[in-house]
């Protein structure tokens, strides 16, 4: 069965009890949307929360079928169990769990929603530092059908700061994000980075930002600010040249190989070898 989630490219934070930014939801071109029961809410809307994110579940028609998935609060909290309960019976086929520390905590979750009758898929987010330790075995739980890497968490568990004082990113995330993305590679799970900036309207930055992000191997990114969402979707895609690229490196290399020979060289003198034929597969099954 394919996994819907290998093809998100931006997942964004909807403001489930900001009416003025819901209504526009519609119009933002990600491709899934988490509904936040979390971070998002303050401690007295919690209960109305709940049942906007409710009615949102019964009600895809509202994203036009694109893929949505609930964020309750964790179990330790006194909002944790009735939120996944609800948003379970509700129809929910995939919830989020946040802070993830270990696969004790996917299957923590699946109990509550096995006791609704249901039985999702989860996104598991990696953000604290036994999340980072615990990655392979939390990403390699068969329930779990993406990941998100939450800096912002992880940086405040740890101890070290976000940014550098020129506003870089912190180069100790450097570890936690490819322990991330490698475990989610052997586990054939996607994983979504976020690109934090001290600027958030500072696009060009972001955008620079975003693109580090794929550079390291995360599928997709994250987002909470709307214009961040089409840098995302950019940077996510093939270019047309990409795919012209792509289509040419397959026909040669399969040429090749039905030739005999072990690797060929492109017309700009590159060396085209099997990882490049697997990379310009991959963008291929990315393109749009």
Same mark, same amino acid.
């Given at each position: 069965?394919?996994? @819907?989630?290998? =093809?998100?490219? +931006?997942?964004?934070?909807?403001?489930?009890?900001?009416?003025? %930014?819901?209504?526009?939801? @519609?119009? $933002?071109p990600a491709d899934a949307f988490i509904l936040d029961l979390e971070d998002a809410v303050p401690l007295d809307g919690k209960e109305r929360?709940?049942?906007?994110v409710v009615e949102a579940v019964q009600d895809p028609s509202y994203f036009a079928g694109r893929l949505?998935?609930?964020? @309750?609060?964790? &179990?330790?909290?006194?909002?944790g169990r009735d939120d996944v309960l609800a948003v379970t019976a509700a129809g929910a086929q995939t919830l989020m769990i946040a802070k993830v520390d270990s696969?004790?905590? $996917?299957?923590?979750?699946?109990?509550? +929603?096995?006791e609704a009758g249901r039985d999702p898929t989860f996104v598991a987010s990696i953000e604290s530092a036994l999340g980072v330790l615990n990655a392979r075995e939390i990403l390699a739980h068969p329930s779990v059908v993406a990941a998100t890497f939450g800096p912002g968490d992880l940086h405040v568990d740890v101890g070290m700061s976000l940014y550098e004082p020129d506003g870089s990113e912190n180069p100790g995330l450097l570890y936690p994000k490819v322990a991330t993305i490698l475990a989610g590679v052997a586990a054939n799970v996607p994983v979504l980075g976020i690109a934090f900036a001290p600027n958030l309207k500072d &696009?060009?930055?972001?955008?620079?930002? $975003?693109?580090?992000?794929?550079? &390291?191997?995360? =599928?997709?990114?994250?987002?909470?600010?709307p214009p961040h969402v089409s840098l995302i979707n950019a940077a996510f895609t093939p270019s047309?040249?990409?795919?012209? *690229?792509? *289509?040419?490196? $397959?026909?040669l290399y399969e040429a090749a190989v039905a030739d005999g020979k072990p690797a060929v060289q492109l017309s700009s003198g590159e060396?085209?070898?099997?990882?490049?034929? %697997?990379e310009a597969q991959t963008t291929l099954a990315r393109a749009r």
């Open positions: 069965m394919t996994n @819907p989630w290998k =093809s998100v490219r +931006c997942l964004f934070e909807s403001p489930i009890l900001d009416d003025r %930014k819901w209504a526009r939801l @519609p119009d $933002i929360a709940r049942g906007l949505t998935v609930p964020r @309750p609060n964790p &179990l330790s909290t006194r909002w696969a004790r905590d $996917i299957d923590d979750v699946r109990e509550v +929603c096995l &696009l060009v930055d972001v955008g620079a930002r $975003i693109a580090a992000e794929k550079r &390291l191997g995360f =599928s997709g990114c994250c987002a909470f600010y047309e040249a990409d795919v012209a *690229h792509a *289509h040419e490196v $397959i026909q060396a085209l070898l099997m990882h490049q034929y %697997k």
